[in-house]
């Protein structure tokens, strides 16, 4: 009988166990918070949100141009040697973006950049200088020379930032800043072309 008692206890104590182990999971998942809904997003909040970028600057390039100029004349010439150092930066202006670029498909959202674009060029009057500026003898000093020197320079140096690929590589820049973004607000599949 004895016997039959600690059966009886143990059925209990295991029963017991069961049911209080399923009423902990049960407690444990109610008052779980649930999960967050997936994000919804339309072409239209997805247009704010990207235009707040506003003018996306994605790439410096830092160059250097020699420029020589010379002025001749019948009574003597004006050289200037000057060695131009610029900067010039591109990027994708984001506050172009219309909602035509912009297709939302589900949890997929599709974005088309506006191309990129020269936003800044100038010379870095600090590192900027002639070099040499020579005056013929029945000449005189033209600030003229000069100051066309400078425009030639920042000229060339624009030219060479965009034989150099910065558009290229300032259309990439933006979109893979414009993954990273709509990766944040929690959009799961992006697409994003020029």
């Known amino acids: ?41 339309d072409s239209a909040a997805v247009v704010t949100q990207v235009q707040g970028l506003a003018e996306l600057v994605t790439v410096k390039y830092v160059i250097e141009k020699v420029v020589v100029l010379e002025d001749v004349k019948l009574w003597g010439e004006n050289r200037i040697l000057l060695v131009a150092h610029g900067v010039v930066k591109a990027g994708v202006d984001l506050r172009n973006l219309g909602a035509d670029a912009v297709a939302v498909d589900g949890p997929r959202v599709r974005v088309r950049l ?10 870095d009057e600090e590192k900027t200088a002639v070099i040499e500026h ?28 965009g034989y150099s690929g ?22 799961a599949e992006i697409e994003v072309t020029r």
């Open 1 to 41: 009988m004895r016997r039959a008692y600690l059966v009886l206890g143990s059925m209990a104590a295991g029963m017991a166990l069961v049911v209080g182990t399923g009423g902990a999971v049960w407690w444990w998942q109610a008052s779980r918070p649930a999960a967050p809904a997936p994000a919804r997003f």
């Open 114 to 123: 506006p191309p990129a674009t020269i936003t800044d060029c100038y010379l």
């Open 134 to 161: 020579t005056t013929g003898l029945l000449r005189r000093f033209d600030r003229g020379l000069e100051q066309a020197a400078r425009r030639e320079g920042l000229d060339a140096i624009r030219r060479a930032a």
């Open 166 to 187: 910065i558009l290229v590589e300032a259309e990439e820049r933006a979109r893979l800043q414009v993954v990273a973004f709509l990766q944040a607000l929690g959009v």
